[in-house]
């Protein structure tokens, strides 16, 4: 017997009817914390005192606890002696590049008597990768991961949507941001959640020059905690000026974004140790040959005057425009190397609080370190080359602009 619709649509109603029981719908805590996370009103205030715990928690237990409270004490307590005195040829070039660049006296050789200072492949290469990057990285990834699992994340990525699309981004380029934030290398990668071309050339760009790595971070956090909210700041301020200028140049489109937000749930541990397992294995085998091959081949460049020559021919540059001491030219050069060991040779140079921050911001806009040059260029040379001609741009533009604030304001 062939039914009509009419009595097609009666017999579904009929069996739906038998069949399905409607249970009575109960709002939890768990849903009201959901929705006020991702309400503005309530959302932003609660966001930033995340965010403030997160900084807080790295800071304390990466820079204090770890490195400060244990690693400064086992290098340069233990190690930097014992391989000072243990490798062959003190003072010939082979030590100065691996264990300690030290410095001439009365015609004798000196001896560093810390590894930050040393600048040796062994000594202050193992030391940053080690003693600061590490701590900082774990305790980062930990955290994010922990965000991540229990459901936070998209939330984040609703709430900063309107503001990204400011910028030619939407809410999930929170994602490749904050994983900046530990490594560019990774970050880069994930910028292919990205749906456009457009909107992965601008967010590659602007993680490639105004957000630091943890290793930048753990080192400013080491040399310059006092001046690192200011730094934090221009580098924010930076991100969203010139966003919005690549927004209006970059031609492409920027679609709206769905995205699937999901209840808050109880972090499971065995998800969280595979995330910060595989993120700390990829530093151990990317990051950390690369800190120390950064470290030699900056410690040859400056034996072999090339350091010194650059910084000269650019010093004034440096000087006139950027409104920093000569002497931080040679750094500046080298930080395309490696800029948390940048940062740590301006740590030394006599300069006002103000030249400490135009300073280290440079260091972070400059050109991206090796390895995301290397990530940049598997995304595409011709993505690669519009970045870089963009991060020339930026660097005289921003840095001049960051000169010309602080002649205003009467503290450059």
């Known amino acids: ?32 914390i959901g ?14 005192a995340i965010l403030y715990g997160f900084w807080s928690v790295f800071g304390s237990f990466a820079g204090t606890l770890c490195t400060d409270g244990f690693f400064v004490k086992l290098f340069d307590g233990y190690w930097l002696p014992w391989i000072q005195e243990a490798f062959p040829g003190q003072g010939d070039l082979l030590y100065r590049i691996l264990v300690d660049a030290g410095g001439i006296d009365s015609g004798e050789f000196v001896l560093s008597d810390n590894c930050f200072e040393a600048f040796g492949a062994l000594t202050s290469g193992l030391f940053v990768a080690i003693g600061v990057v590490l701590p900082a990285i774990v305790i980062f990834y930990l955290m994010l991961a922990l965000l991540e699992d229990v459901g936070y994340m998209p939330r984040l990525a609703v ?25 560019n290398v990774p970050g880069v990668a994930a910028t292919r959640i990205l749906e456009t071309k457009k909107q992965r050339f601008i967010m590659m760009t602007l993680l490639a020059i105004f957000i630091p790595c943890g290793a930048q971070i753990g080192i400013m956090e080491k040399v310059v905690p ?22 209006k140049i970059v031609p492409g489109r920027a679609p709206e974004f769905l995205i699937d937000v999901p209840p808050y749930r109880r972090p499971l541990l065995g998800n969280i140790a595979k995330k910060v397992g595989g993120r700390i294995r990829g530093f151990f085998t990317v990051a950390l040959p690369f800190v120390m091959l950064g470290c030699a081949i900056v410690s040859v460049l400056y034996l072999l005057g090339v350091i ?20 931080t ?28 921050i135009t300073a280290v911001v440079l260091v972070s806009i400059y050109f991206p370190c090796v390895a ?16 870089l001609a963009a991060l020339v741009v930026v660097v005289f533009a921003y840095g001049g602009l ?7 304001l009467g503290v450059a």
């Open 1 to 32: 017997m062939t039914l009509g619709l009419e009595e097609r649509w009666t017999l579904i109603d009929r069996i739906s009817k038998a069949t399905v029981t409607f249970g009575k719908y109960e709002h939890t805590l768990k849903d009201a």
């Open 35 to 48: 929705e006020l996370t991702v309400k503005p009103l309530t959302g932003i205030p609660v966001a930033i």
């Open 159 to 183: 709430l900063i949507d309107t503001m990204l699309h400011k910028i030619g981004l939407h809410g999930y380029a929170i994602v490749p941001t904050i994983l900046s934030l530990g490594c």
């Open 402 to 408: 960051i000169h010309l604030i602080g002649i205003l």
């Open 329 to 356: 030219a040679g750094p500046l050069v080298a930080a395309f190397l490696r800029k948390d060991l940048a940062v740590a040779q301006l740590s030394v140079i006599e300069m006002t609080e103000y030249q400490m």
């Open 372 to 387: 995301t040059f290397a990530m940049m260029l598997k995304e595409g040379w011709k993505e690669l080359l519009g970045a």
């Open 226 to 247: 006092d001046l690192l909210g200011w730094i934090l700041l221009y580098l924010l301020i930076g991100y969203f000026i010139f966003g919005y200028i690549l927004n």
């Open 308 to 327: 010194q020559f650059l910084g000269d021919l650019l010093a004034p540059i440096f000087v006139n425009w950027f409104g920093v001491p000569a002497e």
